[in-house]
């Protein structure tokens, strides 16, 4: 049984264990570290994910325990082809946090080949990157300014059933539109608010193994609405929410459990998803270039490109949500 939490609430408890599992529309969780008993060794993640139907760009930066990372690949979707990259560092090299709070902050990195630059503001997000030599072939820039829409978010918060000091606490918010530019090499692309959509994925966390995470995403616009898709793996204890959910018009849809049959070691095939009785009835069928999966590999994250066949049936909706040759993207990481 899946638990809405509709009031605010500390992630913590004074004993360091999560109390308040389950799921919300808006970011109730107060996400208070110096609480936890394993503050410290907590993980974070921020994503993003921008696309306006021409060019996809996959933005992620990972504090992970021991290492640090940033993550870039820039698909080209009507020419085909992805350009991938990322330098990994020992965490005690890194003295900055990613921001805690998504109305200010700011995250500052530089090395030799590297300079990435990450703003939060109350209207939005400022993201601006220089990558000398990127994939090994070209330079890669970006001056990307986000702004923020009206509209909910996925917001769940999973314990560990055994020990509920550790802790997944998950924000996934397609709630973004992107102006601005990404130049590779002597190709430009120009992206504006009206044709461009962008996600936010922050995670935070505390896990006792690590964990192998599959999700298909979505961010288009169906018959003159936005819909936004997220089908996720199971980390934590799920039994009071999942991750598993759909948009349109910054509505969020909740889905139950689904079953996913895929081949994780033939990418270039398709993935099935299924769930309840004819609910929800997806394939993903990857892009393929050359024969090849079109498709990006950095570190222990892998990206596949692709498009999705099929329904949603929702009750909520006046009639089956067609999602036929809408663009996606499957992620797949280990953390």
């Known amino acids: 049984m899946q638990h809405e939490i509709t009031q605010p609430c500390m992630v913590f408890e004074k004993n ?11 970011a109730v969780f107060c996400y208070n570290e110096p609480m936890s008993r394993l503050s410290g060794k907590h993980g974070e993640r921020d994503c993003y994910f921008i696309n306006n139907g021409e060019v996809s760009l996959y933005l992620s930066v990972e ?14 979707l009507k020419r085909g082809g992805v350009i991938s990259d990322f330098v990994v560092k020992k965490i005690n090299l890194i003295k900055s946090k990613l921001p805690e709070s998504g109305t200010n902050g700011e995250f500052l990195y530089t090395d030799k080949r590297v300079q990435l630059q990450m703003t939060n503001t109350p209207q939005g997000r400022f993201l601006k990157c220089d990558f000398i030599d990127f994939g090994g072939i070209k330079n890669l820039y970006f001056n990307l300014t986000l702004k923020k829409m009206v509209g909910e978010s996925l917001n769940e918060l999973a314990p560990f059933e055994r020990n509920r000091k550790y802790f997944y606490l998950k ?16 190709i430009e692309y120009n992206l504006n608010e009206n044709t461009s959509r962008v996600y ?26 936005r819909v936004s898709l997220c089908l996720a793996s199971r980390v934590g204890d799920n039994r009071y929410g999942n991750e598993n959910c759909f948009f349109t018009d910054g509505r969020l849809h909740k889905l139950g459990n689904i079953n996913v049959k895929g081949n994780t070691g033939r990418l270039d095939r398709p993935f099935f998803f299924r769930g309840g009785i004819s609910a929800v009835d997806i394939m993903f069928k990857p892009f393929k ?9 950095m570190d222990t994250t892998v990206i596949v490109f692709g498009r999705l ?27």
């Not at 360091?16 to 808006?26: C, L, Q």
């Not at 504090?63 to 080209?76: H, R, T």
Request: hydrophobic share 45%; with cysteine; proline share 3%.
């Open 289 to 297: 270039v050359g024969g090849q999966a079109m498709m990006s590999k």
């Open 16 to 26: 360091g264990e999560v109390m308040n599992a389950g799921w919300s529309r808006k």
């Open 171 to 186: 924000r996934f918010a397609p709630k973004f539109v992107a102006s601005g530019v990404i130049r590779v090499g002597g």
């Open 63 to 76: 504090n992970l325990g021991l290492e640090f990372a940033i993550k870039i690949a820039v698909a080209d």
């Open 309 to 335: 066949y099929g329904e949603i049936n929702y009750v909520e909706l006046d009639g089956p949500l067609t999602l036929d040759n809408a663009q996606a993207h499957l992620i797949f990481s280990e953390f």
């Open 200 to 225: 936010f994925d922050w995670t935070r966390f505390a896990k006792p193994r690590r964990h192998n995470y599959q999700r298909l995403s979505a961010d288009c616009v169906i018959g003159g609405k």
